[in-house]
């Protein structure tokens, strides 16, 4: 009757357990894919704008969606990310191909 009891306690304890952590990983599963809000980003260059959802990551950092559909981690922010990625990309990029520098090398102006 003791080692029944016992073992009915363990299993009721290792069942409250895994409801505990699938509950958890609900929660979890639930906040890492939500859309949290909508940013719009305006072009430096010109007045395109861009709009893009913004969730929370599975490591638990934001995420800006890009017009492809591809989730990018925001940097400074997720309007600077999503304009940099979008409507600024290839002006961005043409600047720093002519610029002589190879890339990630630094810029002194006097």
Known sequence: MRMRTATLAATVAAAAGLAATSAGAADRGASAGATLGWVTAESRYG????????RRGPQGRLEVRLPGGTWMECGRS???TL???TVDFWRANRDRANSGDGPG??????
């Open 47 to 54: 007045g395109q704008t861009v709009r893009g959802p913004v």
């Open 78 to 80: 997720c309007a600077d």
């Open 83 to 85: 304009r940099r990625e």
């Open 105 to 110: 090398y630094l810029k002194f102006r006097f």
